[in-house]
């Protein structure tokens, strides 16, 4: 019976921690849409701006690089609400937030911003956690089939 509470405690945890982070992943998606608009280097010559204003004008001078990825987190954090779609969430997002990271280290982002990002990459990486028996089966079912006749037509839909 103890073993049932901790299991139960675990999916309860993940299940909170996916919440909290698809609430404020959907908010900063939604953000992204106007996040960028207008930041360019229009008063100040490149040699004159920092790492944080040099970023800030990258992603203005476009409109759709920041549609993209405000999309992709939107999608990631709906993804993360439902437990059948958690695990597709957590890799769809997964690459963007070390993005974030990077881009966050680099650039000499607000030190919040960065631990933001970690805290959310952590709970991908608790998800990978939780889901490495299926994360084992799909490799097995799509990379190491048995069954060598399987086209990857036939893996793609035992998948």
């Known amino acids: 019976m103890d073993e049932f509470k901790k299991i139960l405690r675990i999916d309860i945890l993940e299940l909170a921690l996916r919440i909290w982070t698809a609430f404020f992943i959907f908010i900063y998606g939604i953000a992204k849409w106007k996040q960028f608009e207008g930041a360019k280097l229009i008063d100040i010559s490149i040699k004159d701006a920092t790492e944080f204003q040099m970023m800030w004008a990258f992603f203005g001078t476009t409109k759709i690089y920041p549609l993209i990825v405000g999309s992709i987190q939107i999608t990631g954090a709906i993804l993360l609400l439902f437990r059948r779609t958690k695990l597709l969430g957590a890799v769809l997002l997964?690459?963007?937030?070390?993005?974030?990271?990077?881009?966050?280290?680099?650039?000499k982002i607000?030190?919040?911003?960065?631990?933001?990002a970690v805290v959310f990459q952590s709970v991908f990486i608790f998800i990978f956690i939780q889901q490495r028996q299926k994360i084992i089966q799909i490799f097995n079912t799509l990379i190491l089939a048995e069954d060598n006749y399987l086209s990857q037509k036939m893996r793609v839909t035992r998948f």
């Open 94 to 107: 997964t690459p963007v937030f070390i993005n974030i990271i990077i881009l966050d280290i680099l650039y």
């Open 110 to 116: 607000n030190e919040g911003a960065l631990l933001n």
